[in-house]
């Protein structure tokens, strides 16, 4: 006890009376000096703190609209409180089912924060995990006698990697609790789509609202009446299942045994043992179970638990290519090396500031991924694709910038200053400022027959988009905000149609131009107006007409519709 602040006390449970200290007396607002165990722990569940940790076994809260024979821990009736009477602000629980999943969902929907102890305690899981698949790895390297793997140092070699392996379940969990703050950011704008995915699990894998404790659809509307959404704790819910559904949709699969493939399974062991046991790990016996999981894994976590089903639902495609395009995407942008950036702790940014830039960087990777699975003929093959696009998009992350037509360009150093002003670093800012660019890299790249001529072939598409006013549309459609979801999936499929058409005009123009990149300036909007009075007169109409749909807007579906007509009726008769 002299490790303990003043006043500190450990006591016994079974002890029949607790003296107090006057400090334990008066942080928990108890008069008497001598209580109960259970008074003295009722009195400190009902406490004011910030953090209230379990530890234990019990069960010690439940939701206001459960009765004490409902939790199944009679041990714990005389001193168990209602969610709704606790004071604290956070709850984590390294104990089992320290809060029903209904207490959970109440004290976070008045405010309290809180996951699920599946969330909170999943270190050991992982952990357990680990342990399990590198003995079945070092199982093999001992039988294989060429290796001279003795027992002695195979047990030598499990402990010095305990460190590594504390680094990789810590990174892991990080990354699933911030999965679940994304989902939180914009709950109540998303919860039609969260709403979606619950049926749409029950169709798949069976889900029983009622056992999880998961609102029924008078439920979701009366939270979308009060502009609420899920909670944290019915997060973690959904984030599991889904997790689960894409491992077996992944398995079911050949992307586990693409060589392309390999480094998710690779990554998983620590460093010492993918050095040393590369041909052994590429054997291991559960090795597509890995690679099937750390990718779900990956899916979920960084695009959210509804973005498989939802594409699958929007494209008609299966989760095979969409799962192949994200990987892509992935890849070709770095996303992964983004978004440990993001993530970095050399820097100063607000919690919210960071989360807003992970959704934003998710938001752009889904965008790239339609891209893919409405492109079949790049979305298929993972090592091709990357191979065809990333050195075009590393070249456009250099040089995009410099040639930007000049409102653009200063659009985009005003973005850039703003990430700064946030406490990002200059690189990352410029990185974070051109994302909304990079969205048609792969559209220009397309059209490019010359590597050479990428930035010049950029410059007049951006050219063309402020022309014909394509960025003020595209900006709109950003901010659209639909009374249903299928105005919705219209806007997202008549933005990318736009996209596409820009592409296809820049490549027209392109052809029939003697450009190079030595007078990139002279692509301006004096260039293309006497350019289209010279071959494509129908232009300045259609010109006319998008600086009209400016002017006199609202902006809203029939506008873009209006604005698609225009530009495919342009390129298909230029």
């Known amino acids: 006890e002299s490790m303990l602040s003043k006043g500190g006390r450990i006591y016994s449970r079974s002890s029949k009376s607790l003296e107090l200290t006057p400090e334990i007396q008066a942080k928990f607002g108890l ?16 406490a004011r703190a910030d953090l209230m940790w379990f530890g234990g076994i019990g069960t010690y809260i439940k939701s206001s609209q459960e009765a004490h024979l409902d939790v199944g821990d009679k041990g714990n009736d005389n001193l168990r409180i209602n969610a709704s009477e606790v004071q604290c602000k956070v709850i984590g629980e390294g104990a089992n089912l320290a809060i029903t999943q209904r207490g959970r969902v109440e004290f976070a929907a008045k405010g309290g924060r809180i996951n699920a102890d599946f969330i909170d ?58 999965a679940i703050s994304l989902m939180e950011f914009d709950a109540a704008e998303n919860i039609s789509t969260h709403a979606d995915f619950i049926v749409d699990l029950e169709h798949r894998l069976g889900l029983d609202r009622e056992l999880e404790s998961l609102p029924n659809p008078e439920e979701i509307e009366e939270r979308k009446k009060r502009g609420r959404g899920l909670t944290r704790p019915e997060f973690s819910i959904l984030q599991a299942y889904a997790k689960i559904m894409i491992t077996d949709e992944i398995l079911a699969t050949k992307v586990p045994e693409l ?24 054997k291991h016996q559960l090795g597509r179970e890995i690679i099937a999981m750390r990718i779900a ?54 919690a919210y500031v960071r989360l807003k830039a992970l959704k934003y960087i998710s938001h752009f990777a889904k965008q790239g991924t339609v ?17 065809y696009f990333k050195p075009g998009i590393q070249t456009l992350q250099k040089d995009l910038l410099k040639y930007l037509p000049d409102k653009l360009r200063q659009n985009t150093q005003m973005q850039k200053d703003s990430y700064i002003a946030e406490g990002f670093p200059a690189e990352l800012a410029q990185t974070m400022a051109l994302m909304p660019l990079l969205k048609s890299s792969f559209d220009i790249i397309e059209i490019t027959k010359n590597q050479e001529n ?7 598409y951006f050219v063309i988009g402020e022309y014909l006013q394509l960025d003020w549309i ?9 009374e249903h979801k299928w105005d919705q999936e219209a806007c997202d499929n008549l933005v990318s149609t736009l996209y596409g058409l820009q592409a296809q005009l820049t490549a027209k123009i392109l052809k029939k131009s003697k450009l190079s990149i030595e ?28 600086n009209y749909f400016r002017t006199e807007g609202p902006f809203d579906i029939s506008l873009l519709s209006l604005a698609e007509y225009e530009l495919r009726g342009l390129v298909s008769h230029s």
């Open 519 to 546: 007078n990139y300036k002279q692509i301006d909007h004096e260039f293309l107006t006497q350019w289209m009075e010279k071959h494509m007169p129908h232009g300045l109409r259609v010109a006319a007409r998008f």
């Open 259 to 282: 060589p392309v493939i390999y480094s998710w399974l690779r990554d998983y062991f620590p460093e010492e043992l993918k050095t040393k046991y590369a041909e052994h790990i590429k």
């Open 454 to 460: 990428l930035s010049l072939n950029a410059r007049l």
């Open 474 to 482: 595209h900006q709109q459609a950003g901010h659209f905000d639909p």
């Open 121 to 178: 305690n999943s270190g050991g899981v992982n952990s357990s995990d680990h342990e399990v698949n590198i003995k079945i790895l070092l199982q093999s390297v001992v039988e294989d006698k060429s290796e001279k793997l003795e027992e002695a140092s195979r047990n030598k070699l499990l402990e010095s990697m305990t460190d590594a392996i504390a680094n990789h379940v810590l990174y892991d969990n990080s990354c699933q609790a911030e």
């Open 371 to 387: 891209w893919f699975v409405q492109n079949a003929k790049f979305g298929t093959d993972i090592q091709e694709a990357r191979e």
């Open 297 to 350: 894994n990956n899916i979920v976590n960084r695009m959210g638990p509804t973005f498989i089903t939802t594409q699958m639902n929007k494209t008609g495609s299966d989760c095979e290519h969409i799962v192949r395009g994200y990987l892509i995407v992935r890849n070709v942008f770095g996303l992964s090396k983004l978004w440990k950036d993001v993530n970095s702790e050399e820097f100063n940014v607000l």
């Open 31 to 46: 008069k008497k000096s001598k209580v109960s165990p259970p008074e003295l722990i009722k009195a400190m569940l009902l």
